[in-house]
């Protein structure tokens, strides 16, 4: 899969869009100020993508898109273990930060996850006036590397790679780090190109 | 992910979940095949035998045969088809699939499983050294690993 530079602009834009406003509702929930940086739209070859997913034990919330996009594919979030324990700390206001993954922290994810995407899904569905919607999230505790290959397994039965969109969140206090990565299928990767086009042209 | 290697080096995968990693280890020529297995069924498709299951067993195979290896010398380990995802729907969890169908392949194929760790909910890394009787490390995600 070959993407040009139009291309990739756009999507980079449409996924700049969505990062944002999903960093924007993790900074509120925090109350403190969320970096991000400028989303990556890189075609990955699945044999490659170890070089793109770490194998850190990470909480892996997954979301199916869908709405008008039937089946549209996946949007993620990942937090290392670490970040998740911070911030299960921060909104329960406890401190310890030594310890193992609980039910707690597991509902937090869930929950960070739920508000993040739907913020990232609002925002790019009303810039392509179409409906988008997450699925129930499902969550995976485990190596990244490993959470996201079942995933992958999902969508690239016919191809060899698979588009995704890198964003990372950071924050200084409380120590944050994540990242956001939208895996479209064929179909919606097609709907986005047309749409985007569309809003490139000028008005007549 | 979907690749195979066959040779006498040593191989591995790491962050395994769903997939499942198809040993297959002729003791007697130290010489293994190693294939990272996406998905059940090919439907044909041919460009990424080690992505399928019941492609990734016949190239295995047929590249041991080509340093002399027979199915009787030949002996599987297979590692992985787990379930990665709570609260979701079923879609999201081909790893017993997977698994299943590796299984039945073998069996058809008539090749002995000499280790299986299969399912379960964590993610694996495995390693592996041909030589001699083979030499087997697993790393699970919650912490444990294994030798063999």
Not at chain 1, 95 to 114: F, K, L, V
Not at chain 1, 121 to 132: H, N, Q
Not at chain 2, 15 to 35: E, K, T
Request: aromatic residues 6%; charged residues 20%; hydrophobic residues 45%.
């Amino acid at each position: 899969m070959e993407l040009d530079a139009i291309q990739k602009d756009a999507l980079a834009e449409f996924g700049n869009i969505g990062a944002a406003h999903a960093a924007t509702t993790l900074s509120q929930m925090l109350m403190s100020p969320i970096e991000m940086t400028v989303p990556e739209v890189q075609a990955v070859d699945i044999a490659e993508l170890h070089n793109y997913i770490s194998n850190e034990i990470s909480a892996v919330v997954v979301f199916q898109i869908q709405g008008e996009v039937a089946d549209g594919g996946y949007i993620v979030v990942s937090m290392p273990r670490e970040t998740v324990i911070q911030l299960t700390n921060r909104m329960l206001g406890t401190t310890d930060a030594d310890r193992e993954i609980n039910e707690m922290d597991q509902s937090a994810a869930i929950e960070i996850g739920n508000i993040m995407i739907s913020a990232f899904l609002d925002a790019t569905a009303e810039l392509l006036d179409i409906v988008m919607l997450p699925s129930p999230p499902a969550l995976a505790i485990d190596m990244a590397h490993a959470a996201f290959e079942s995933i992958i397994a999902q969508m690239a039965g016919d191809v060899n790679d698979v588009l995704i969109f890198n964003t990372e969140l950071t924050s200084e206090a409380p120590p944050v780090y994540g990242g956001i990565y939208l895996l479209p299928n064929a179909e919606l990767m097609q709907q986005l190109f047309l749409m985007l086009k569309r809003l490139m042209e000028p008005l007549p | 992910m979907g690749e195979l290697r066959v040779g006498t080096c040593p191989m591995g995968t790491i962050g395994l979940g769903s997939c499942i990693a198809l040993i297959l280890h002729d003791q007697r020529r130290s010489l293994a095949g190693l294939a990272h297995i996406m998905l059940p069924e090919s439907h044909g498709n041919t460009d990424r035998p080690g992505k399928f299951a019941d492609t990734a067993i016949s190239v295995l195979l047929e590249e041991m045969e080509k340093f002399g290896s027979t199915k009787f010398s030949i002996a599987a380990i297979v590692v992985g088809g787990a379930k990665m995802f709570q609260f979701s729907a079923d879609s999201l969890n081909i790893g017993e699939r997977n698994a299943a169908v590796v299984k039945d392949l073998l069996q058809e194929q008539g090749i002995r499983i000499e280790y299986e760790e299969i399912g379960g909910k964590v993610g694996r890394s495995v390693y592996y050294w041909p030589e001699k009787k083979g030499r087997l490390i697993i790393k699970r995600a919650d912490g444990t690993c294994i030798a063999l």
